[in-house]
């Protein structure tokens, strides 16, 4: 029986907001913040050759820093607040928001890669 068979498709959007795995659906994806598991603990999918590579970090930095600078930039022109509201605000903003977006980026490259098939060292030449 193959795995189509075996597990329903699960939607890459949802493999993303919710850090699951790409095949079951059920187990977690993550060990900690972004550290991957060895294998998923419910179907036994080996995530040992999952790549996300230095994808995710990238999309991070320019959506992170497209969001809070262009918040920041809007309450300063808008309002002229102190320094130091910008330092309260947009410093934890741009945290927290990088390590959502870091985990949920990661998780959705992982769910596409395996939705597609992609394997380390191979090029389809179809």
């Not at 991957?36 to 820093?65: H, N, R, S």
């Not at 130091?84 to 977006?101: D, K, Q, T, Y």
Request: net charge neutral; proline share 8%.
């Amino acid at each position: 029986m193959s795995d189509e068979n075996r597990y329903p498709p699960v939607e890459p959007q949802r493999v993303a907001l919710s850090a699951c795995c790409p095949r079951c659906g059920r187990g977690r994806l993550f060990k900690g913040l972004s550290e991957l598991k060895p294998a998923c603990e419910v179907c036994g999918l080996d995530y040992t050759t999952v790549d996300p590579g230095d994808g995710a970090p990238i999309f991070v930095i320019l959506i992170a820093d497209f969001v809070v600078v262009g918040l920041a930039l809007y309450t300063e022109i808008t309002y002229s607040p102190g320094l130091w509201v910008h330092f309260f605000i947009f410093g934890p903003l741009a945290i927290l928001l990088s390590l959502w977006l870091l985990r949920t980026i990661k998780a959705l490259l992982i769910a596409l890669q395996y939705r597609n098939h992609a394997r380390p060292g191979t090029i389809d030449r179809s």
